[in-house]
Nanobody, 124 residues
């Protein structure tokens, strides 16, 4: 069973930065995609960024230039550095892993994954 633990969230002022971390365990495939997604109250889940088994990265158009996703392949750790945070970035951030990025992105959008998430609150 795949298990993810997210951390690093907090409360910051607009314009600030945060780095989120995630550890994934229990995945049986040697190569898989990892991704960050978020959900704010009253809004749909949104995939923030994903990185596949070869290191190819996909970032949501609305967040390009403000987020950096990185992955430690040996430890199955995933980080998300977020800069120039905006009020609209407030939400709970989750990470997920699956066989390919298309599967992760589709599954995250549909709510197929579960995790405790880490809360990010941006204030003015």
């Amino acid at each position: 069973q795949v298990h993810s633990v997210e951390s690093g969230g907090g409360s910051v002022q607009a314009g600030g930065s945060l780095t989120l971390s995630c550890v994934v365990s229990g995945y049986k495939y040697s190569s898989f995609c990892m991704a960050w997604y978020r959900q704010a109250p009253g809004k749909k889940r949104e995939v923030v960024a994903a990185i596949d088994g070869e290191g190819e990265i996909t970032v949501a158009d609305s967040l390009k230039g403000r987020v950096t996703i990185a992955r430690d392949f040996a430890q199955n750790n995933l980080t998300l550095q977020m800069n120039s945070l905006e009020l609209g970035d407030t939400g709970t951030y989750y990470c997920a892993a699956d066989v390919g990025c298309f599967t992760v992105i589709d599954g995250a959008t549909k709510g197929d994954y579960w995790g405790q998430g880490t809360q990010v609150t941006v204030s003015s």
